[in-house]
């Protein structure tokens, strides 16, 4: 089996797997993959939803997550995981823009998402730039 999920996917870093057994670079090791939670607004009120009080609306700004994209570059990350205490694809600052710089900086990605707003529109932008979208069918 391969692909995002596959159980062997840990023999594709194993640079990283090294040094963290080694930890002889102990302050050189980083993750392979980040999650970053662009927004806490949603645009749902599930009843189950653990972050439904901590839904204020506060986002990241956009210059600072694009900073972002090029620290995680130069540190070596793999990928990203988009994700939220609310919907991600709320963010007001088009969080597809920033989606695609990481994709020309050769990011994997992912999203956590309801799926309400995924139109066609910006279903036929992320298809090819994500290596997983997550619908989570609670919402």
């Known amino acids: 089996m391969s692909g995002p999920f596959s159980p062997t996917k840990i023999f594709q870093y194993l640079e990283q797997v090294e040094k963290a ?3 002889a670079h102990m302050f050189d090791l ?5 999650e970053i939670m662009p927004s806490n607004h949603c ?8 972050f439904k ?4 609306g506060d986002e990241i700004p956009s210059r600072m997550l694009m900073s972002l994209i090029d620290d995680l570059v130069e540190l070596d990350i793999k ?3 988009w994700t ?3 919907e991600p694809l ?7 823009n920033v989606m695609k710089k990481a994709e020309r900086q050769k990011l ?14 910006i279903s036929d932008r992320l298809v090819n730039m994500l290596t997983f979208i997550r619908v989570s069918l609670d919402a």
Request: one cysteine or more; aromatic letters at 4%; glycine letters at 12%.
């Open 53 to 56: 009080a901590r839904h204020s």
């Open 79 to 81: 990928g990203i995981l």
């Open 21 to 23: 057994v080694n930890m």
């Open 30 to 34: 980083h993750p392979v993959t980040v």
């Open 43 to 50: 645009n749902h009120m599930c009843i189950n939803c653990t």
């Open 90 to 96: 709320t963010y007001k600052a088009d969080l597809l």
């Open 84 to 86: 939220g205490g609310g």
């Open 108 to 121: 994997k990605q992912g999203l956590y998402t309801n799926g309400s707003l995924l139109s066609k529109k």
